[in-house]
């Protein structure tokens, strides 16, 4: 029911409903306690959504791989970097399959410039259930370029460029470098990937190219 008043837009009552649920039902505290905490954020209000992040990690004895990881996320969304790596080491340690909390440890360490405990994490997640090692690093690559996080998507992408030998990898660093202002790097990159037979490289390449011969023309300067 929660949900559902959710999904018309009534914040009040769909609260009401979460709420009942996350305190009546064990089962529900992390659904609805989840909820209630996107609810939280979309309000603005961080205090009651770490409230119930706290509350929901008592409720689950400190144990649940995706408390301690929800909470690491909310601590690295509000910049408190030593809780969050606190947080998500709890996470991986709980789940030693977590690739995750270890890949929001991976982006903090990167982010802070720490090379030995970032390699040190890249190499969790290598070994990690379930991984594939020769996509791993395109795989990374891409979960940082949707982060936002251009330079070490970049960095991974190069590594499965350069390591993995991956030619699709070339197309989407091409679009990241013409997403960050580099268009002729980027327009290389990806006729590399169309020269490399990959799927879809074609199109991109089209429409990089279209948008490059529509941009307006530099005016010259008047400034003397």
Known sequence: IGQYYLGKNNTAQAKKYLQDSYNQSPDAVIPAGYLLVQVALAEKNNAQAEKILLEMNSKTGNKSAE????????????????????????????????T???????????SKGDTAKANSMYSEIKTAKG???????????FYFANMGNGPVAEKYLKKSI??????????FLGQLYYLTGKQADG?????EAVSAKVKGADEVLKQMQSAVNSAPAKQPSTKK
């Open 187 to 191: 327009i290389n990159l990806v006729k």
């Open 131 to 141: 991984i594939n090692q020769k996509t791993l690093n395109k795989e990374i690559g």
């Open 67 to 98: 408390v301690l990881g929800m909470l690491g996320s909310y601590y690295l969304q509000t910049n408190n970097l030593t809780k969050a790596e606190d947080y998500l080491k709890k996470s991986a340690s709980a789940d030693r399959n977590n």
């Open 100 to 110: 995750d909390a270890r890949l929001l440890l991976l982006a903090l360490y990167e």
């Open 162 to 171: 350069n390591e993995d030998k991956d030619n699709e990898s070339k197309m």
